[in-house]
């Protein structure tokens, strides 16, 4: 069973990095090792589990059922090690965060420290797609995400809903009133997010309840950039109230319509839920 185990490590490692070579330096082992453990593996249960093309390897649909399982497997493992380090370090556990937005994930940030001080917290940022593989793969234990759509691996709360604002340059008409008509876009030059952005979604949406076309001057992919390209007069922006923060050259604008909304939500794995952390959090969110 334990030569099994180091074989599964192995697959595991290629399946999550792609790359023999990198696999190799995740295990801190030579590559022909684990060439030849992976190789074991597939001779031994007579299945194939990656596509080899030259450089490039793909997960066969077996590899793909094997890697969903070794993911549980390894992120729980590495999970028992952080425990382990945690108490190494004289603190009593730790708590990964992932988000797409930062003062979200400070506020609940701030809120843990206040309530398990004893814990050991680390949080960071990335897109949505980033962060969500990312718990997939037992990298973070719990992620703040504007989900679209839901995954029934997950088990999700919602943590908190805010308005999304307009934001316009300081000599624009708009920046002199604290509200307009969802009906006013029409006709301005919009500076908006990517695709995938959920703030953009939203906003195409209730635009579209309203019958009001976008005119988009430019397409970024961050919310710093939106600002900027609004401070230098390319179209106006929509953020977030909870991450707009008064830059200079700029003001923020509600809806009277209060048409556009993006809510975000605790996400964690459903085989970590009853963890005591994340249980009392969850709870603690259901409760509201």
Not at 40 to 56: I, M, T
Not at 120 to 133: I, K, P, R
Not at 176 to 185: C, E, F, H, L, P
Request: glycine share 6%; proline share 3%.
């Amino acid at each position: 069973m334990y030569q099994y185990h180091k074989w599964l490590r192995s697959f595991h490692a290629v399946a999550r990095t792609g790359s023999f070579t990198q696999a190799a330096e995740l295990l801190s082992i030579g590559q022909p090792t684990v060439s030849e453990q992976v190789s074991g593996l597939e001779k031994r249960f007579c299945v194939e589990l990656l596509h080899r093309r030259g450089r490039f390897i793909e997960l066969s649909p077996a590899g793909h059922q094997l890697y969903e399982i070794t993911q549980g497997l390894f992120g729980q493992e590495d999970e028992a090690l952080q425990l382990l380090h945690s108490f190494q370090q004289r603190k009593q556990g730790m708590l990964r965060i992932g988000a797409v937005s930062p003062p979200i994930a400070m506020s609940l940030t701030y809120e843990l420290m206040q309530r398990y001080p004893q814990i050991e917290l680390e949080t960071s940022f990335s897109s949505e797609a980033g962060t969500l593989e990312r718990l997939y793969n037992f990298d973070i234990d719990l992620a703040i995400l504007a989900l679209s759509e839901f995954d029934q691996r997950l088990n999700t709360r919602l943590y908190r809903t805010c308005p999304i604002l307009a934001v316009v340059r300081d000599d624009h008409p708009w920046a002199g009133q604290t509200s307009v008509s969802v009906k006013d876009i029409a006709g301005q030059r919009v500076v908006l997010r990517e695709a995938a952005s959920r703030t953009r979604q939203l906003v195409e949406e209730g635009c579209r309840r309203h019958g009001v076309s976008l005119d988009c001057a430019m397409q970024l992919n961050s919310r710093e950039a939106i600002v900027h390209a609004v401070v230098h007069g390319i179209g106006v922006g929509f953020v977030s109230a909870v991450e707009y923060a008064d830059r200079p050259g700029t003001r923020s604008v509600a809806f009277i319509e209060d048409p556009f909304h993006i809510s975000y939500y605790l996400c964690c794995l459903g085989i970590r839920r009853n963890r005591a952390i994340i249980a009392e959090l969850f709870d603690a969110l259901s409760a509201h």
